[in-house]
């Protein structure tokens, strides 16, 4: 009896182990959706009224949305650093906004979510906007632009070099400008402009857009930029078509590496200035460019999400979606965004933006989605783009480098409901840390206002402590009449800034 007892243990035992297995697979591809300025509120699934996502919302209602879900930093460079390397941007003092000249921030020495992956056998690939250096500081635009995705973990990269208001404005495919005539070179400069080239500043007269502030430099289809440019004419990009452009050439990379596992980091860059619709696109939200790219990024989107379909990977795939930092609406452009509005709330409940230590600065839309494994929810668990290096490395098995990453998988997939203990979040190289419901802000020297972009920094002379569960819109400062909360916050803090 006792052996027939024991067999039939050890027979359950060994059938629960292997349906665990069959239930649990190791190499999902992970595709990393990144959106370029994109706001907690700018989404249906998210609250908004004004405006329909439903490519995107397809995701957040067949997948796990995050209440709670962050971007390390509220501008674009800095939350990109913390992404791929899982390092808290502010350790590094070159993550801050970067011109497109810029070298390479990531260290090729260094851990990065690419390299991990490759680790565990994937295929890595990043298209879309890069923005974090390239070159070692005496870059080759007309050579072989290293270092730079390749060099830190992606076998493949086809980029844009920072933002779409910057110069260059041509695609980087491994390297390589794509389509550059060898007989018409190109040059950049962020510090003087090439002789006879046209300004948006000198040459109002050339523009299609009308710069608001900062983009007054070479102007490219119509539109001024930062930075300045000549040559590379052949290599220059369509604006109206970056969409469309990174569209196929992630739905190619789908048909083309299905058959092991990938990891592709799908960098919209969409909704950052100068916002561009494809033409199919103009007036489709009744709030200008900027409610019209929106759509644009949606359907992208959707159409991706209908390869992976087609593609038969859709069940052997986590998508995770996001956004690089919170919403500006005048960016530097004259585009109705600010005028066109209407009721829409890009901030969603919260008070910030682009450029905030408040809330609507760092808190994204976040949205895990893998069919058949994750079951569709809502999650309030605070969790952060940082965590993903630890997370997928839990996921693919592997051993990583892990700094200030946190292993979140468990909530990642659903299974967990409590998520970071804390964060800090970083604007414009500034820090504020988040707690539970806790949000406090040391004192600072600096301006209230992002002036040209209206938009409130949270900078301070006085410390401001805000409880979110009964303050979403951080309006009741708490510093004062809860100065032991305010004191053990500040602590932990510091403790984590090592200061
Ligand atoms: C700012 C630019 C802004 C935008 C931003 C980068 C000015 C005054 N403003 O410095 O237009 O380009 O940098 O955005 O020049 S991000 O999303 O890539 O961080
Ligand atoms: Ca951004």
Request: proline share 6%.
């Amino acid at each position: 009896m006792k052996n027939i007892l024991t067999t039939l243990f050890i027979a359950v035992m060994i059938m629960v182990g292997t349906s665990v297995k069959a239930a649990d697979p190791t190499k999902p591809n992970v595709i990393v959706i990144y959106l370029d300025d994109l706001g907690y509120g700018d989404l249906s699934a998210y609250g908004a009224t004004e405006i329909e996502t439903p490519n995107i919302d397809a995701l957040a209602n067949g997948g796990l949305k995050f209440t709670q879900g962050y971007a390390t930093s509220s501008t674009c460079t800095p939350s990109r650093y913390g992404l791929l390397t899982g390092i808290y941007p502010w350790r590094n003092a070159k993550a801050k906004i970067l011109p497109g000249s810029a070298p390479l921030i990531i260290s090729t020495q260094q851990e990065t979510l690419p390299k991990m992956l490759k680790r565990a056998g994937y295929q890595t690939a990043v298209i879309g906007k890069w923005h974090l250096g390239l070159g070692d500081g005496n870059v080759d635009w007309n050579g072989h632009i290293t270092p730079g995705p390749n060099e830190v973990g992606f076998d493949e990269a086809y980029i844009l070099a920072a933002t779409q208001d910057r110069t260059p404005t041509v695609y980087i495919d491994n390297g390589y400008i794509d389509g550059l005539d060898p007989n018409d070179p190109i040059y950049v400069s962020y510090e003087k402009n090439f002789e006879g080239e046209p300004t948006g500043k000198d040459n109002p007269e050339l523009t299609t857009m009308k710069w608001h502030h900062g983009h007054n430099n070479s102007i490219v289809n119509g539109i001024p930029r930062m930075g300045f440019m000549k040559g590379g004419e052949a290599a220059r990009w369509s604006d109206v078509d970056i969409a469309d452009h990174f569209l196929s050439k992630v739905k190619s990379y789908v048909k083309s590496h299905k058959d092991s596992p990938f990891f592709l980091y799908y960098a919209l860059q969409q909704p950052h200035v100068p916002r561009t619709p494809h033409p199919r696109f103009v007036g489709k939200s009744g709030m200008g460019p900027r409610g019209d790219v929106i759509i644009e990024a949606d359907w992208c989107i959707g159409e991706f999400m209908k390869t992976l379909e087609e593609e038969g990977v859709l069940e052997n795939t986590l998508v995770v979606f996001s956004s690089d930092n919170g919403p500006v609406l005048n960016d530097g452009y004259y585009d109705d965004a600010v005028e066109k509005l209407g009721k829409h709330r890009p901030t969603g409940p919260f008070r910030g933006g682009k450029y905030s230590m408040f809330e609507a600065g760092t808190r994204v839309p976040f949205i895990t989605y893998w069919k058949g494994r994750i079951k569709p929810g809502v999650s309030d668990a605070m969790v952060c783009q940082i965590d993903l290096l630890a997370s997928l490395a839990k996921l693919v098995g592997v051993q990583a480098e892990v700094n200030d990453s946190k292993d979140m998988l468990a909530v990642l997939m659903g299974k967990r409901k409590k998520g970071r203990k804390n964060l800090v979040v970083e604007a414009n190289g500034k820090t504020a840390y988040r707690k539970g419901n806790w949000a406090m802000i040391p004192a600072y020297k600096g301006s209230p206002m992002s002036w040209h972009s209206g938009v409130e920094t949270a900078i301070a002379p006085e410390f401001q402590l805000y409880n979110l569960k009964e303050d979403v819109m951080q309006k009741n400062n708490l510093a004062e009449s809860n100065p032991k909360m305010l004191n053990k916050l500040m602590a932990e803090f510091e403790a984590i800034r090592g200061t």
